[in-house]
């Protein structure tokens, strides 16, 4: 048997909200594992994690920049060290001009330059804290809608194929920015064959302990995989304003969803 590192024992607790004794024994099981000690017990269905991303200890800020006609937008992620520098308005006025630079960049992850960089380094200077680049991506077409959270910690842009109401597509970036569990993808067609199948996996493993006729768990699993959709695609979610209408209700005829980006923070 594997030797189990405390510091795995309280990163399960963590994830799981179970007690120790419980995740040293679900580590023991899985020979230290921790991706299968998390599996386990969710199967078991004794795991608080569905849903839960671990959060790292970065601050930082969101900013993003678009043009005036809205069909093109960049969103970046600047960290530092403390949420003190964070919230400094010169470390907010720096993140807001990188974006700015980003924007003249082709749709897709942003590369960082050396004038964003210098931008970074004068931050690093004067705060003495580590100021770095974490991540950006620029949209480009149709029209994009932003939207950052008031302590620039979420930023979110959701890109549609063509003009709508303005209300509308600020309606959406709200969604996005709020929605818990947050959307995985637009459609079912994006949602990944692999954490399809592995939640179809931990659904059939939890239906089966019901000792119930294969029928009626092939039915629990259909009921479960249904509910996880539900809950991962954006257009299938309750609109976080009004549970009575999905996101797709919200959308004009003919109007379709391209693409949403959600950055968080240290996520």
């Not at 937008?73 to 974006?99: G, R």
């Not at 620039?152 to 003009?163: L, P």
């Not at 597509?169 to 592995?198: F, I, M, Q, T, Y």
């Amino acid at each position: 048997m594997a030797k189990i590192d405390p510091k795995d024992v309280m990163a399960l607790r963590r994830k799981s909200g179970l007690g120790l004794m419980e995740c040293k024994a679900a580590l023991e099981k899985a020979n230290g594992d921790m991706v299968i000690a998390e599996d386990n017990m969710r199967k078991d269905g004794l795991s608080k994690m569905d849903g839960r991303i671990d959060r790292n200890a970065s601050d930082g800020c969101i900013a993003v920049a678009a043009t005036d006609d809205l069909s093109k937008c960049a969103i970046v992620e600047i960290n530092s060290e403390t949420d003190f520098t964070a919230k400094n308005d010169s470390f907010v006025a720096m993140a807001i001009e990188i974006a700015q630079l980003a924007l003249r960049q082709p749709a897709g992850d942003v590369e960082k330059t050396n004038e964003m960089q210098n931008r970074v380094d004068d931050l690093r200077v004067t705060t003495k804290e580590n100021v770095t680049w974490r991540r950006g991506i620029v949209l480009d077409g149709g029209q994009i809608g932003t939207y950052v959270h008031h302590d620039r910690k979420t930023g979110v842009a959701v890109q549609v194929d063509r003009k709508i109401d303005n209300t509308v597509l600020r309606k959406l970036c709200l969604h996005v920015a709020s929605a818990d569990p947050a959307p995985l993808c637009v459609n079912v067609a994006g949602v990944p064959e692999d954490v399809l199948a592995k939640e179809r996996e931990i659904a059939m493993a939890q239906a089966t302990k019901s000792s119930k006729p294969d029928a009626i768990v092939e039915k629990m699993v259909d009921g479960k995989i249904a509910k996880f959709l539900d809950g991962v695609v954006l257009l299938r979610q309750p609109f976080v304003m009004d549970g009575n209408n999905r996101i797709m209700d919200l959308l004009p005829n003919g109007v379709t969803i391209q693409r949403f980006v959600k950055y968080t923070v240290g996520r």
